[in-house]
């Protein structure tokens, strides 16, 4: 029947959960504060539980076990894409820093020609370098970068700054992040 005033369950997507009751106000009802240890939750309230009370409870913290499919995505594009892309993007404009791309004055026209739009897969939906880093989406980098190298007249002039040998060096490190065949 009653049982004692905690109540405590295992749960695997935390930051859901947490996010959860900083939206809704959990001192409404009995419940009047939570702690967590690990994945472990613990729900403390005013007054002992009733059957149905945990049963309700139960139900509602199922909700924070598992991750959606977007959820899931989410993280990984959080933790591992978005970073490896900074990362990868930081070394390119610290590399080019480097060799003089300011002192040399094509810092413009560099982000032009990675800003620069291109109808790549024909559907009248043209992309760009930076759209496809902005949105995490590799496989389309890829796909510009090849229509780059396929082009190489997009960047003449912008040697060595933008190269075919340094956008193959591009291409590698987005196909071992993504563990595909690299590219020659």
Do not use: C
């Not at 004692?4 to 935390?14: A, F, G, L, Q, S």
């Not at 009047?32 to 059957?51: L, M, N, P, R, V």
């Not at 977007?70 to 993007?89: D, G, Q, R, S, W």
Request: charged residues 20%; proline residues 2%.
């Amino acid at each position: 029947m009653a049982s004692d005033r905690t109540y405590t369950k295992t749960i695997t997507n935390k930051e859901k959960f947490t996010s959860y009751l900083e939206d809704e106000s959990t001192s409404k009802g009995i419940y009047t504060k939570w702690s967590a240890f690990g994945s472990d939750i613990t729900i403390y309230a005013s007054t002992d539980y009733t059957s149905q009370q945990e049963t309700d409870l139960d139900t509602f913290v199922n909700n924070f076990i598992d991750y959606t499919d977007a959820e899931t995505l989410y993280i990984n594009l959080h933790n591992n894409v978005f970073p490896f892309i900074a990362k990868l993007l930081h070394t390119f404009s610290a590399e080019n820093i480097d060799m003089g791309i300011t002192a040399d004055g094509k810092t413009g026209p560099v982000l032009g020609l990675f800003s620069k739009k291109y109808d790549i897969h024909s559907d009248g939906l043209p992309i760009s370098l930076k759209d496809t880093f902005d949105a995490g989406a590799l496989l389309e980098v890829l796909s510009v970068i090849t229509h780059l190298r396929d082009n190489s007249g997009e960047f003449t002039g912008l040697s060595p700054y933008v190269t075919d040998d340094r956008l193959l060096s591009l291409m590698n490190k987005v196909e071992t992040f993504l563990e595909i065949t690299l590219s020659t």
